[in-house]
Each structure stands twice: as structure tokens, then as C-alpha cells.
């Protein structure tokens, strides 16, 4: 690794993730379909400046697919990179303190959508895979990288790919960097993923707009109708009375547990800070990691119905809408939770209403096998450049494409250079530049920490992973055994 790369590109780099993050990538809105595509343009020019003699770009029914691959080099490890280079849309407009894509450097941070999630990580890992070259160009191991842009809508391309052509995902280890450390100088590794089940819910209750002095007090609103109904499916203590939903739930381990406790969280911190609110809600019961890591949620993202727009309009409203999502947990599955939505939907509905419920997309939760050699490599790395190890974490958020990445067998890693205030999703979305810099040489590291690995060192043992379930087995119903004695 080129030591003093970091220092010496900095202001060339920092351009580079300027004209990056000034692309409107909104993959959500298709007025921002030409941007995705110059998204996806800039993504394939740098990957062929870095050397890589294969980039291509996968079309499909959506925003395309990038994919490269370096140099190949016989006897070494890969590793796959993902990533995307969408982005969310960025409203509401007048609470950024600078335009959304015009990237703004204010006290050694970087605001702009995307900055974090995930065009900067992306960026990161670009930059490590340039600096961890040789002279002759090549890095220290082949790499392979997708990239998506339709992480942020839910798009169907890469899923279609990789489920037609699963041999992409065949490697030593696949990287992806969209998340972020625990706490500041606390990196993390994730163990978890919540799934994700997004859905409309529609009501009508009239087939046109009423006059509210005419019919109100005696015609059924739809907005009313609607708040009732979502009001009906979570109460204000944070329990969601969808029947069966927390059934399913499998609880963290008790060491799991344990290891929570010993992360430097702070509550109050995580509400004036990232939650920047006046109280934290949800269940009470249980702790805020356990809230956010181990249980089902249930939001509402927006409501459309009735007048809007300013002055006064007096209608009772014909048809309402409102767009809600369910994160989801082990021992969930988004298919069965989508049937148990709709049957609480109509259990819930009046009579007066004709309710309907459509589902967007979503995914099952993740869970991650963190055993394998790679991690040890990452938490020398970061050992090495931040002076910690990796602690080991869930995360709240979802990632539907994880499991599609591990369709060959090998480990995915989730990691990220963010911090818990970088705001994704939000205005002032920002990455802090030192985290940026540091990123790059940590994964240049790792690149080159992998490189030297042997590819059979990385290479699950099946038949020691097989003697080790037989183990716990007999573990179990020895102590089933015992249980059963002692009752007697």
C-alpha cells in the first residue's frame, strides 16, 4: 500500500466525490432516470481508469447494473464489492444549509444526499482499491465490484442477475461497505439485518369529495377513517396488534445480550444527537438496542388525502392513503408478515370502507456468520489504522440484496466508514471527511492483508462446521436430558 497515497491525492479526491455526489441519482423519482444513468456513466469511467479490463453495464426492467473486474491474478483471493450509487430523494428542500447535490465542505465535513449512503462509501472503496496497487498497477488480489441503483426504490435488476447468473457472487469474500461505525472510534462489523415490508394502505369512503357543512357529522371521512385504522394496528405504547407478528420473533442470545451492555451507548447522547427529539417512544420494556435491533417496528412514512394546498377548501374526503413499512426480525419472513398485514387491515376495517393494501417490496432479515477468516483480517486492519478491533453489532436497517450476495457461499462482510449522526435519509445528509481518509487506508489494508491470504485458508471447512452441529446437538439433549431428570 502506497503509505502516503491518502496525503498526497487528498484535494484530487476530494473533487472526484464532489462531481460524484453532484449527480441526482434519485432512483425513486423517474424524473431522475437520465441521472442514474450518469451515475452509473461516472462509475464505469473510473473503474476503467483504475485498470479494470472488464466493466460492463447490466441492463434491465429498471436502473442498470455496474460491473467490473481488475486484473486477474492466479492464486490469489477475490473478494466482491458492492455497493450503490442511488440515492434517496432529498425533500425537504428548505431544511438542507446547502443544496442537496451541491457537495459543501463545512468544518471537515461533507454535506451532500449521498455523502454517507452510500455514493461516499463507495467512493472509499474505490480510492483503497487505488491505492493498494503496485507498481505494475495491479492490486494485491482480484476484485470484482457491483454496482446497483436501485438499493433506495427497490428495484428488481440485480436481484434478476444474480438469480440467473449466480456465479458473479463466487468468491473468497464479498465487502460491502453502506453502514457505519458504532460510535465515533468504535468501528463495527453487523451480525444482522432487519427485513423490510413496505406497503400502501388506501381507503375510500365515498365515491366523490363532499361539502363539509352539507354532509359533515353524517358522511364517513376517509381521512378519519384512515388514522383510526393505522392508529389501530400500533397503540401509542409502540405494540403493533398485528395477530402473530411477534410470534415468529427469535430473541437475542443471552451473550448477545451481554455484549450490547458493553458498547459505549448512551442514551441521551442517541437522543439529542441522532434521534433529535424531545423523548424516545416504543416499547418500554426493553431496552433502545433491543427496540432497534431485535424487535418488529412499524411506521408510517406519509399521508395523501383531502385538500392540501393553501388557503381553506371545507371537503370531507372521499379517499385517503397512507405509506407504512414493518422492519422485520429474525425468525420473520416479509412474505408471511405481508399476508399477516393485510388479514389485520381488514380485521380492522369499518364496514363503511373499502380498504386495500398494496406491497411495494421487502425482504427477510439477515443474519451473519462472522467466523469466517476475513473478519479477523478486517479487525487487523482496522486495528491497525484506527487502534481498535471491530465490535460486533446489529443493524436497524434493511439490505434485502445480503443474502443474494452469499448465494455461493461465501462470507459477507458489512462494515461501513459512516458515523450514527451522518443523517441518512435526512436533510444535511453528511460523511466526515477524517473518516473518509482513514476508510481509504483501512481497506487498502485489508486489501492487501486478504491478498496475502492463501484462498484455501478462506474456504469454509463443512465437514468441521457439520462436526461442530453434531456437537451442540449432543450438547442440547444432554441437557434436555438432565432438564427432565431434575423434573422428575
Known amino acids: 500500500m502506497d503509505t502516503a497515497f491518502v496525503a498526497r491525492e ?69 473478494l466482491l464489492i458492492y455497493g450503490h450509487y442511488d440515492v434517496q430523494p432529498p425533500d425537504p428542500l428548505n431544511e438542507w444549509s446547502s443544496p442537496p447535490f451541491e457537495p459543501t465542505v463545512r468544518e471537515g465535513r461533507l454535506y451532500a444526499r449521498g455523502a454517507a449512503d452510500d455514493k461516499g462509501q463507495v467512493f472509499c472503496l474505490l480510492k483503497a482499491y487505488e491505492a493498494s496497487r503496485g507498481a505494475d498497477g495491479h492490486p494485491p488480489l482480484n476484485v470484482h465490484f457491483i454496482f446497483e441503483g436501485e438499493e433506495e426504490c427497490g428495484g428488481r435488476v440485480v436481484f434478476d442477475l444474480l438469480r440467473t447468473e449466480p456465479e458473479r457472487t463466487r468468491a473468497d469474500a464479498v465487502l460491502v461497505c453502506d453502514m457505519s461505525y458504532f460510535a465515533p472510534g468504535w468501528p463495527a462489523v453487523y451480525t444482522a439485518l432487519r427485513g423490510l ?85 416504543g416499547l418500554e420494556d426493553y431496552s433502545v438496542l433491543e427496540r432497534v435491533w431485535a424487535l418488529p417496528t412499524f411506521e408510517i412514512h406519509g399521508i395523501k388525502g383531502g ?11 372521499a379517499q385517503a392513503s397512507a405509506k407504512v413499512s414493518l422492519r422485520l426480525v429474525p425468525g420473520q419472513r416479509y412474505e408471511k408478515v405481508a399476508r399477516q398485514l393485510r388479514k389485520a387491515v381488514a380485521r380492522f376495517a369499518p364496514k363503511w370502507a373499502d380498504v386495500d393494501v398494496r406491497i411495494h417490496h421487502g425482504g427477510d432479515p439477515v443474519q451473519v456468520d462472522v467466523e469466517s477468516p476475513a473478519f479477523e483480517l478486517l479487525d487487523q486492519a482496522f486495528e491497525e489504522v484506527v487502534g481498535r ?35 441518512l435519509h435526512s436533510p444535511n445528509e453528511k460523511l466526515d471527511l477524517s473518516q473518509l481518509w482513514s476508510g481509504i ?38 441437557a434436555a436430558a438432565a432438564d427432565q431428570a431434575a423434573a422428575r
Open 197 to 281: 415490508c413496505y406497503a400502501e394502505i388506501s381507503v375510500r369512503t365515498l365515491q366523490r369529495d363532499l361539502h363539509s357543512g352539507t354532509y359533515g357529522g353524517a358522511a364517513p371521512n376517509a381521512l378519519e377513517t384512515l388514522v383510526r385504522l393505522l392508529a389501530d394496528l400500533k397503540d401509542e405504547d409502540g405494540k403493533i396488534h398485528i395477530r402473530k407478528l411477534y410470534k415468529s420473533v427469535e430473541e437475542p442470545s443471552r451473550s448477545e445480550r451481554k455484549a450490547w451492555k458493553q458498547l459505549p451507548f448512551d442514551e441521551e447522547r442517541f437522543l439529542t444527537d441522532e434521534v433529535t427529539g424531545k423523548s424516545l417512544t
Open 10 to 78: 487528498q484535494d484530487r479526491m476530494l473533487r472526484e466525490l464532489t462531481e460524484f455526489l453532484s449527480i441526482p441519482s434519485v432512483s425513486a423519482l423517474p424524473d431522475h432516470a437520465a441521472d442514474c444513468r450518469r451515475a452509473a456513466d461516472w462509475l464505469m469511467q473510473e473503474l476503467r481508469r483504475l485498470g479494470c479490463p472488464v466493466v460492463t453495464l447490466v441492463e434491465g426492467q429498471g436502473h442498470p447494473v455496474v460491473w467490473a473486474e481488475g486484473p486477474q491474478l492466479p492464486g490469489r483471493p477475490t
Open 307 to 317: 385538500f392540501t394546498g393553501e388557503g381553506a377548501k371545507t371537503v370531507i374526503p
Open 441 to 478: 487506508r483501512i481497506f487498502a489494508r485489508f486489501f492487501e492483508l486478504l491478498g496475502a491470504t492463501d484462498p484455501a485458508v478462506m474456504a469454509r471447512d463443512e465437514d468441521a462446521e457439520d462436526e461442530e452441529e453434531d456437537e451442540d446437538e449432543d450438547e442440547q439433549e444432554a
Open 389 to 423: 478491533k471491530a465490535v460486533q453489532a446489529r443493524a436497524g436497517g434493511s439490505s434485502p440484496i445480503v443474502p443474494e450476495l452469499g448465494l455461493e457461499g461465501a462470507p459477507v462482510i458489512l462494515t461501513g466508514i459512516g458515523l450514527p449522526d451522518d443523517g
